[in-house]
């Protein structure tokens, strides 16, 4: 551990930025979920009240791509437990992204002829969840906005949370959601051969 945190200190000697504060970050991570969740559900409402479909093949294809997205996101909730993780710091992230896409357009577009009940449940629920998260941001006292900003403040990301990334190693802060904030120290993440990161502190 003691080589690694050397290794970054020659190979990195800059100042690290100092981060934004917390409240700045949070109000940046609602404005852009919002404005995502407004989107995605205003063309998935234009769909629903149109009942405009898709042709059955495109269907097919897109109800295979949630699938595959959402098993994929399952292996990655797996695999954190080991503190193991897909490698780049967006990886993940584009996954969920891609996830509420291909279930918006199922959900919205659809052709109900090949949907399951329980698939158009899951697909509905993770339509409404933009909606629904920015709903009990103001609804639910405390609660609502600390969930809300922890969802959205993992999905979302920051570029600015990378301080330094080569091949081998990537030197980031770790953001633990609304009440735990971002880690004053910098979290290590060294890169596998294969799609996992491993995770180290260096204080």
């Known amino acids: 551990m003691f ?3 050397s290794r970054l200190t020659c190979r990195y ?4 930025a100092k981060p934004s504060t917390l ?8 404005q852009i979920a919002l404005i995502i969740a407004g989107l995605v559900f205003a063309v998935g409402l234009f769909g629903l009240i149109k009942k405009v479909r898709l ?3 495109t269907t097919i294809f897109t109800k295979r791509t949630f699938l595959i997205f959402g098993a994929l996101l399952i292996v990655a909730a797996i695999l954190a437990q080991f503190h193991i993780f897909f490698r780049g710091y967006w990886t993940t992230k584009i996954l969920i992204w891609l996830f509420i896409l ?7 577009f659809g052709d109900r002829a090949v949907l399951a009940k329980p698939l158009r ?3 509905g629920v993770v339509f409404y969840f933009p909606l629904a998260s920015v709903l009990w941001f103001f609804i639910v006292p405390f609660m609502g906005p600390v969930l809300s900003l922890t969802i959205w403040g993992h999905i979302l990301g920051d570029k600015d949370d990378i301080f330094y ?3 081998d190693l990537r030197l980031q802060r770790v953001f633990r959601g609304a009440l735990g904030g971002l880690l004053d120290h910098q979290t290590i993440f060294r890169k596998a051969a294969c799609l996992n990161l491993t995770k180290e502190h260096c204080r």
């Open 102 to 108: 291909a279930a918006s357009l199922l959900f919205a």
């Open 121 to 123: 449940i899951l697909a």
């Open 23 to 30: 409240a700045a970050i949070f109000m940046d991570t609602f």
């Open 55 to 57: 042709p059955l093949r």
């Open 3 to 5: 080589g690694i945190c």
């Open 165 to 167: 990334s080569d091949n």
């Open 13 to 16: 000697s800059q100042p690290i």
